[in-house]
């Protein structure tokens, strides 16, 4: 019972993370910050969930994300060349 109720819950992510990309793309087309905003947000909530769902920590999850924003640092991403981006929020998690 328990394997199933935690299959359901991740495939309903999966389809709420769709979601929320579809939102966000029409919160980009019609330039609509409050949507931008919350599709944003709520990417950001349901990719967290789902990964403590699949077996990851919040802090895993944190520490990925830490390590993935280094390597493209030190690979020159273009987002950090032009913006300094990833650095900065690189900078932003550290100081959470």
């Known amino acids: 019972m328990h394997i199933a109720k935690s299959m359901k ?3 309903w992510l999966k389809t709420e993370i769709l979601d929320q990309i579809a939102n966000l793309y029409k919160g980009l087309h019609t330039a609509n910050q409050s949507l931008i905003s919350d599709s944003l947000a709520s990417l ?3 990719t967290y969930v789902l990964a403590r769902r ?3 920590s919040f ?3 944190d520490q990925a994300v830490t390590r993935k ?3 493209h640092a ?3 991403h ?3 060349d032009w913006y300094g981006d990833l650095s900065q929020l690189e900078e932003y998690i550290n100081k959470r």
Do not use: C, D, N
Request: proline residues 0%; glycine residues 4%.
């Open 69 to 71: 924003l280094r390597e």
């Open 9 to 11: 819950a991740i495939e």
């Open 54 to 56: 699949v077996g990851f």
């Open 74 to 76: 030190r690979e020159r």
């Open 59 to 61: 802090r895993e999850v």
């Open 78 to 80: 273009q987002l950090e």
């Open 44 to 46: 950001v909530v349901a």
